[in-house]
Every structure is written in structure tokens, then in C-alpha cells.
């Protein structure tokens, strides 16, 4: 395979709310369904049920006619300022991680929030035949997921 397949992206937008109300937003499974256009719901896995690191959270997911379900483990749980989990198992150098930076404006807002996404899984061939390539779907989900947090923030 090729070094130059894309595995990483990014994107920011800012939101008119503190800190620690997107951080919340982010971070409850119940709004997963409102905000990601692949995650249809999410719920807590496990007898850890609040957004600490090592916490299991098992999402139901839809893209297109194809349907999964994954469990994610929170690696990072800083409130108001990152929200991280993996997708696969969390010592495994092929699990994906989505992470979340919000980053305070003067006064607490607005906050800057990047999502950005790390799966080395998209350099397998599964991935890099689909249609549309898997990388730009992300990288067209960071932007949805984040409009909708936005509106849910600010509505």
C-alpha cells in the first residue's frame, strides 16, 4: 500500500457557548443521533456510564444501506476542553480515534471546536475502493457533525 493514502483530517468551526455546554453536548450519547450523519444512536456499554477515560460507549451506525455497530473507549476525558475515543481496541495501533479540541475565546466564547479523526484502517483496500472514497465522506462528516453541534449549542 501506499504511504500517501489519507488515514487523518480535520475540521473547526466556532461556537457561541462555553466551554463546558459543548463539552456536555459532546460527550452525552444520546446526541450522537442528532449530531453525526452516520451514528443513528448511541448509548453507554458497561457499568461505567459517565464520560471518564476508559468508559464504553456502543454506537449503532448507518451509511448509505450499510449498517454497523462499534464500541468506542473513551481515552481522553478533560471537561470543556477534550473529548477522545477509540474504535477498536484502545492499545491497538489500527483503532481509530475521534477527538475533539474546544478551545476557549477571550471571555469563554465563542470556543473554537476541531474534530479530527485518525483511522488507519482507510488504508485497506475495502476503503479505498469505495464510492465516494471513505476519507472524503469523513472528512464531509466532520463538517455536518460540527454544524449540527452548533446549532444544538446555539438553538
Known sequence: MSDDILTSGQHSIQIDASP?????????????????????RAEWEGDITEPVSGAQI???????????????TVAEADPG???????????????????????????????TVTESFDAP???????????????????TNLETTLANLKQLAEG
Open 81 to 111: 476542553r477534550v473529548w477522545e475515543f477509540k474504535v477498536g481496541a484502545i492499545d491497538d495501533n489500527s483503532a481509530t480515534t475521534w477527538r475533539y479540541d474546544i478551545a476557549a475565546g477571550d471571555g469563554g466564547a465563542p470556543c
Open 20 to 40: 463546558q455546554a459543548i463539552w456536555g453536548l459532546l460527550t452525552d450519547p444520546a446526541n450522537q443521533g442528532t449530531l453525526s450523519p452516520e451514528c443513528q
Open 121 to 139: 484502517i482507510l488504508r485497506e483496500d475495502f476503503f479505498q475502493k469505495m464510492d465516494p472514497p471513505r476519507h472524503s465522506l469523513l472528512m
Open 58 to 72: 456502543h454506537g449503532y451506525n448507518k451509511q448509505g444501506d450499510f449498517e454497523w455497530d462499534a464500541v468506542a
